[in-house]
């Protein structure tokens, strides 16, 4: 997707050499095959769907890859590829920008101007997210069709089922900062609801320009515009304290914290994120 522009023009797709080429049109035009055409007669097309990662997880991203092929002995006049993603999964992009949106939700349309020669593969990626709410199996479908007759039409459709994790439920709380002088400190708490234990949970903090002083029960690292601490497994049910000290500007500013996990998704995630002030 570039510069936004993803499903606002009507655009056509070409696949050469495994790669899809970009072309604009204004509007479709009909083709008609004949017998004194380059590649006259049918088509062998085929479309495989596969979505990344195996086991999708609520809040996070989830990848379909497209992959189409045509194997001969004629060319493939004009053809049309749709792919269905599932209710579940919010399209957020796709890597042919001029691919438009279908008739119904969570469709999406690439077709051609022109044709594809036999022994050509090309392919379309959609990223997704998906919903916090989201349950498996999730079911994506792609459709591949052509304007010559294809004499085995099994392999034009392909269909991919992906489970969905159950994730975990984590919630940061923070007290009211203390301030003595210009240091501050403020005392974080991390709950994981579950049901997932949590490996990896991390908070980061935007601090409005406060500088870490120092960290008691998280490993934290401060960078120029945040503060990142890595806490310790945090089981269902449970809960992690720690503490932090920061040297603050003259005038306090607003910062905010977010907890979040890298592996696993957030079944609520509008309790990832507190604010609080350095004053």
Not at 86 to 110: H, I, R
Request: with cysteine; glycine share 12%; aromatic share 4%.
């Amino acid at each position: 997707m570039v510069g936004g522009s993803l499903f606002r023009e009507h655009a056509a797709v070409r696949i050469v050499a495994g790669v899809i080429c970009l072309a604009l049109v204004a509007t479709p035009r009909g083709a008609f095959a004949s017998p004194e055409d380059d590649g006259w007669g049918g088509a062998d097309l085929s479309v495989r769907l596969t979505a990344s990662p195996k086991r999708a997880q609520p809040g996070q991203p989830l990848t379909y890859r497209a992959e189409v092929r045509n194997d001969g002995p004629g060319d493939a006049v004009l053809p049309l590829l749709t792919v269905r993603v599932p209710e579940q999964v919010v399209v957020v992009g796709v890597n042919v920008a001029e691919c438009l949106p279908g008739a119904v939700a969570g469709q999406v349309v690439c077709s051609s101007p022109t044709d594809v020669l036999a022994g050509q593969t090309g392919g379309v990626t959609i990223t997704g997210m998906v919903r916090s709410g989201a349950r498996g199996p999730l079911r994506a479908s792609a459709t591949l069709s052509s304007e010559v007759v294809d004499d085995d039409e099994t392999d034009n459709f392909s269909e991919t089922l992906t489970e969905v994790d159950e994730g975990t439920d984590l919630a940061v709380r923070l007290s009211r900062a203390r301030r003595a002088g210009r240091l501050v400190t403020v005392a974080a708490v991390v709950r994981n609801r579950g049901p997932r234990r949590v490996h990896d949970a991390g908070v980061l903090f935007d601090t409005g320009g406060a500088r870490l002083m120092s960290a008691r029960g998280a490993r934290c690292d401060s960078h120029p515009a945040y503060v990142g601490c890595r806490l310790r497994t945090v089981g269902a049910g449970r809960r992690v304290s720690f503490m932090l000290a920061f040297v603050a500007r003259a005038r306090a500013p607003r910062a905010e914290a977010t907890v979040y996990s890298l592996r696993l998704g957030d079944r609520r995630p509008a309790n990832n994120t507190a604010r609080f002030s350095l004053g």
